[in-house]
């Protein structure tokens, strides 16, 4: 038998026993079916953000305001806190638990960008203690690609100048940074109005 047609035959053999991987759902759709649902999810987060600024923000500044120190950690903790979450997904990465922490990480970043204050929610009258907490870490979620660079920077600076060798940033490293840029956005929200 010659050459040529074992090989052909141990192709196909191949090309059978590994099936193609199925499409996920999103990609199933049809081309209009995924701008009507593109369309439709913009329009969801414009709605959310316009409910959460209006509705769930001060009703929530009402109930912390008369307690200053409480209403500051409250109002930081919608964004900081979800940069404090990826921090300690981060950390977790390799335990038996790293699955649901990055799940409620992912989720509460979602809930930090419905907090970025801008349309109508520059409208809206809360405490002055939560927001102060608000605005830390709304602004915190706004400046995290500028403090993502100025963190590799120095990491650049650290190891390449000052050590002169290569040491590469962990996950672990990633997350303690997280978890530290979070905590200066609490401090920076409880002294925001000291000054």
């Not at 600024?53 to 200053?68: H, I, L, N, R």
């Not at 960008?113 to 349309?119: H, K, Y």
């Not at 963190?151 to 530290?180: D, N, Q, S």
């Amino acid at each position: 038998m010659p050459k040529n047609t074992r090989r052909g035959r141990q192709k196909r053999a191949d090309a059978v026993s590994t099936p193609p991987e199925p499409k996920n759902w999103f990609a199933r759709r049809s081309g209009g079916q995924r701008s009507l649902l593109v369309t439709g999810g913009v329009l969801g987060a414009l709605l959310a953000h316009y409910l959460w600024w209006v509705y769930a923000v001060p009703a929530v500044g009402e109930v912390v305001g008369s307690v200053p120190v409480v209403s500051t950690v409250v109002g930081w903790a919608y964004g900081g806190g979800a940069i404090m979450a990826v921090g300690v997904a981060l950390i977790n990465h390799e335990s038996a638990r790293a699955k649901p922490v990055m799940q409620v990480a992912l989720a509460w970043s979602v809930l930090a960008l419905l907090c970025l204050p801008f349309g109508w929610a520059n409208d809206v009258s809360l405490p002055t203690d939560y927001w102060a907490g608000v605005f830390a870490g709304a602004w915190g979620v706004l400046a995290t690609p500028l403090a993502a660079a100025v963190a590799a920077l120095l990491w650049w600076l650290v190891t390449k100048v000052f050590l002169k060798r290569e040491v590469e940033a962990t996950e672990v490293a990633m997350g303690w940074l997280a978890v530290a840029y979070s905590f200066l956005l609490l401090v920076w929200g409880s002294t925001l109005l000291r000054f």
